[in-house]
């Protein structure tokens, strides 16, 4: 049988199977003798023992792996954002979008707390991300959670974001049932913990769901250029007139994203963002053997 890991504890794992049912089983020694570690998302091949004991016995190729959480196998990063308090971090989101396609993973970005929205926050996130698959949302008041039912279904997704935009909110709006710690702000700042801790796979309309304790996939550092350029779909077409191969559209002549934002074509936002995260992993680049 085939199923997925949503759950691993001390070595037992809880596999979905398709039809619903959930199993819980070993794995087989070989895999720690081969230094496999199974993961939550990991799609894996089952046998049942007629001692109604189960066995792991393969994990099937994985389409990705996140670091922290480690889970694999997503499908949809959903990136969550606050309309009002705390203010958003773009910087986070843009590198969370960076990290997205560079895991071949497709992102969507929700911007939450639509009940007490600041217009021009929500004027900017509209601008700064027409490019992409965009949402408004309100867990206290239900807005926009039909359409984020809608993006989940038949998908395994992952929710991330700084603490406290509404993640788990938006998670107990999708799952009456699941209430999931949250907490308020104030509770927050005084430890500056995360009130999300453990990362486990929720089976939702044919997909599933994780909510994630903070986010890193992977050392930035190890981005090359062609990445940044598939990673930014307003450059999409342009990069290939700028004047030098391998232009960083930073400081080169004759730039043809420098142009766009020029014409009004790309957001000074984005841009000035990007600036950043380039000078972020140029530094990293240069610590990197320290
Ligand atoms: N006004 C308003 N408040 C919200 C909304 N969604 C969440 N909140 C509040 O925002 C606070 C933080 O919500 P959480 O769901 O705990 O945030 P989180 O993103 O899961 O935070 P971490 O688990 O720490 O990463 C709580 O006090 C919520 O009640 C919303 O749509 N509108
Ligand atoms: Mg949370
Ligand atoms: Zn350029």
Request: net charge negative; glycine share 8%.
């Amino acid at each position: 049988m085939q199923g997925r890991i949503i759950k691993g504890i001390g070595g037992f794992y809880t596999v979905l199977l398709e039809g619903g049912d959930t199993i819980t089983c070993k794995a087989r020694g070989r895999f720690r003798n081969e230094g496999v570690t199974p993961m939550v998302g990991d799609l894996v091949e089952i046998s049942l023992h007629e001692t109604g004991f189960a066995a792991m016995d393969d994990i099937l190729p994985r389409k990705n792996a996140l670091l922290r959480p480690p889970v694999s196998n997503i499908d949809l990063l959903v990136i969550v954002l606050s309309a009002s308090i705390p203010k958003p971090d773009f910087l986070l989101a843009d590198k969370l979008l960076i990290q997205a396609q560079t895991l071949h993973i497709e992102p969507l970005l929700v911007l939450n707390k639509m009940d007490t929205a600041k217009p021009e926050i929500a004027e900017e996130f509209s601008r700064d991300y027409a490019a992409f698959h965009t949402l408004l949302a309100s867990s206290a008041n239900g807005y926009g959670i039909d359409a984020l039912k809608e993006a989940l279904t038949n998908r395994v997704s992952c929710f991330a974001g700084q603490s406290a935009v509404g993640k788990s909110s938006l998670l107990n709006a999708l799952f009456p049932e699941l209430s999931l710690e949250t907490g308020g702000l104030a509770k927050k700042t005084d430890r500056g913990k995360h009130t999300t801790r453990q990362a486990e796979l929720w089976p939702y309309l044919g997909g599933a769901v994780l909510d994630t304790p903070g986010f890193s996939l992977f050392e930035m550092s190890e981005l090359d250029q062609d990445a940044m350029n598939a990673s930014y779909p307003e450059f999409t077409g342009v990069t290939s007139e700028c004047r030098f191969a391998g232009c960083r559209h930073i400081a080169e002549p004759d730039c043809a994203v420098k142009a766009l934002l020029k014409n009004g074509k790309l957001s000074q936002g984005r841009y000035a963002r990007y600036c950043e995260i380039q000078t972020e992993i140029d530094e990293k680049r240069k610590h990197r053997y320290d």
